[in-house]
């Protein structure tokens, strides 16, 4: 006879197992991210906002007035 209280603890281990494994974000969840980053920065470019940035914060830290 089989006992259904080990299967049950079977599958919710095989549960466990392969929602460990799986990607935390899909493709589409990363690019409407992409798209919101870049719709940040044109609003905030067109806004007159100085751009974010490593390279911007370099050049600014460097090339103060």
Request: charged letters at 35%; a positive charge; zero cysteines.
């Amino acid at each position: 006879m089989i006992d259904p209280s080990g299967l049950q603890k079977g599958k919710m281990n095989a549960e466990l197992i392969t929602g460990e494994t799986q990607p935390y974000l899909t493709g589409a969840e990363k690019k409407a991210l992409r798209e919101a980053e870049r719709a940040e920065a044109a609003f905030r470019a067109s806004k007159g906002y100085e751009p974010q940035g490593f390279w911007a914060r370099l050049k600014r830290k460097f090339f103060k007035k």
